[in-house]
């Protein structure tokens, strides 16, 4: 079975620091990982996307993550935050058993100016 | 290019009522999905088409749910006689991949459903 578990429910960084997200995983094949965000009265856009090629992912707007098997973990890093990274962001998993996809509880990110 | 839509954007409905929200996903998508989210809550995946093929409705909560996309393009998820906790704002996405590992999903705005 899978499941996500997004770490933080809220985290708060100033502008210019780094961000870090964290999320572990459960599944039972090689899953397929993703960072969704979600602003505001916006739709769900996709930041980068993991499918068992390179460990570490580059994504949009300078996030990356980084896959680690042994820690079941996909944790979102960006090195300095903006203001405009405000937002909701969902770890995702899927596996190759089926097409269900599992989200996590999402975590809202604060940037203070 | 024109993205994924969803109608209505907002729907309120009297405990009891019949509801159907369409999804129009991308052109040519081969696959289409099913969200719930809840207030304050991840999307729960609720069903997946394949073409006009449901190949996966383990989400669905119950029998009041019931999805349909007959041509393979449009879709539509029908409540019947919806219930109080049935308010959440229901999510639909399309993929251009048939296949076991997914890719990119592509997101509609949402409907939100209220039931009163």
């Known amino acids: 079975a899978q499941s996500v578990t997004q770490l933080d429910s809220h985290v708060s960084v100033s502008e210019g620091t780094p961000v870090l997200l964290r999320c572990n995983y459960s599944?039972?094949?090689?899953?397929?990982l993703f960072w969704y965000v979600q602003h505001p009265n916006k739709g769900l856009q996709l930041l980068l996307k993991y499918t068992s090629a390179a460990t570490l992912v580059k994504g949009i707007n300078g996030f990356e993550a980084e896959f680690k098997k042994s820690e079941t973990s996909f944790h979102l890093t960006k090195p300095s935050a903006h203001m405009s990274d405000a937002a909701e962001y969902f770890c995702?998993?899927?596996?190759?058993?089926?097409?269900?996809?599992?989200f996590g509880a999402g975590t809202r990110l604060f940037v203070k100016a | 290019g024109a993205g994924v839509s969803q109608s209505p954007r907002y729907k309120v409905a009297k405990r009891g009522q019949d509801v159907a929200l369409r999804c129009d996903p991308i052109s040519g998508h081969v696959s289409l999905f099913w969200y719930q989210q809840a207030l304050g809550q991840g999307p729960e995946f609720l069903t997946y088409f394949q073409n006009e093929a449901q190949l996966d409705k383990s989400g669905l909560p119950s029998d009041r749910f019931f999805a349909e996309r007959p041509e393979g393009s449009v879709s539509t998820l029908k409540i019947q006689r919806t219930q109080q906790e049935d308010s959440a704002v229901y999510l639909c996405?399309?993929?251009?991949?048939?296949?076991?590992?997914?890719?990119?999903?592509?997101f509609g705005p949402g409907t939100r459903l209220t039931v009163t």
């Open positions: 599944s039972s094949y090689s899953p397929s």
């Open positions: 995702v998993v899927s596996d190759g058993g089926g097409f269900k996809t599992i």
């Open positions: 996405a399309s993929s251009h991949v048939a296949d076991r590992r997914p890719y990119e999903q592509y």
